[in-house]
């Protein structure tokens, strides 16, 4: 079975500063893949990066890159430079298995919110 | 151009009515999710479809039945509401991929049902 784990209480940055947000995760299947989402307050679902199992490099989109570290089964998110707008609940998942029945695991969740 | 769009976004009613939630998707993808996400903001998937075949029903209470008249839509019908049902409702959907590609999951706005 998969599981997803968040445990930071609600997290606080200062506007500009950087950020890390945990995220641990157990699974036997060797191809999945971690994702983060972003839910601010008005309550949609945004997809933010994507790391796959075989990926070799960090991924980064913009501001956020994942801080991958298989071995210790961790897939933390980094913002760089936050941003008022990056106040919002956090969501780590991941995706196993691939194909037909994959679908994805969340972790509780993590909120953020930025200081001016 | 919405990607992923549900209807209605709000719905109150009363315990005991039978409601249905509509989704459509316009990126041409082949698998479609529901997922529940309750008070605490835990997300969990109730069912899957892949080019209108049920794949995935997680245990969820036969009272919810979804539909897929197509690849592009996916409907939720909940019949007999309860109490508990009262949630927030996210229709998802994503391109299957094979080992190493990104099947990310793109979710719509949401439905938020409250049963009185």
């Known amino acids: 079975a998969q599981k997803i784990t968040q445990t930071q209480p609600g997290m606080f940055v200062q506007e500009k500063e950087a950020v890390t947000l945990d995220c641990t995760y157990d699974?036997?299947?060797?191809?999945?893949?971690l994702f983060w989402y972003k839910q601010p307050s008005s309550g949609e679902m945004i997809f933010l990066i994507y790391?796959?199992?075989?990926?070799?490099q960090n991924a980064t989109e913009g501001r956020y890159s994942l801080n991958f570290q298989k071995a210790r089964k961790s897939a933390n998110l980094v913002i760089s430079a936050s941003q008022l707008g990056d106040s919002a609940m956090y969501f780590c998942?991941?995706?196993?298995?691939?194909?037909?029945?994959?679908?994805?695991?969340f972790g509780k969740g993590i909120t953020l919110s930025v200081r001016p | 151009d919405t990607a992923v769009s549900q209807t209605p976004k709000y719905l109150v009613t009363q315990m005991g009515n039978d409601k249905s939630i509509k989704c459509e998707q316009n990126?041409?993808?082949?698998?479609m999710y529901w997922y529940k996400q309750d008070s605490k903001k835990f997300l969990k998937i109730m069912f899957s479809?892949?080019?209108?075949?049920?794949?995935i029903n997680e245990t969820v209470p036969n009272r919810f039945s979804p539909k897929s008249p197509d690849k592009a839509h996916l409907n939720l019908h909940i019949n007999s509401l309860e109490l508990g049902d009262s949630a927030v409702y996210f229709c998802?959907?994503?391109?299957?991929?094979?080992?190493?590609?990104?099947?990310?999951?793109?979710f719509g706005p949401g439905t938020r049902l409250t049963v009185l």
């Open positions: 998802a959907s994503s391109q299957l991929l094979g080992i190493g590609g990104t099947d990310t999951q793109y």
């Open positions: 699974t036997s299947d060797p191809s999945y893949g």
């Open positions: 790391q796959g199992s075989y990926d070799q």
């Open positions: 998942a991941m995706r196993a298995p691939t194909g037909a029945n994959s679908k994805l695991t």
């Open positions: 990126l041409g993808h082949d698998t």
């Open positions: 479809y892949n080019n209108k075949e049920l794949i």
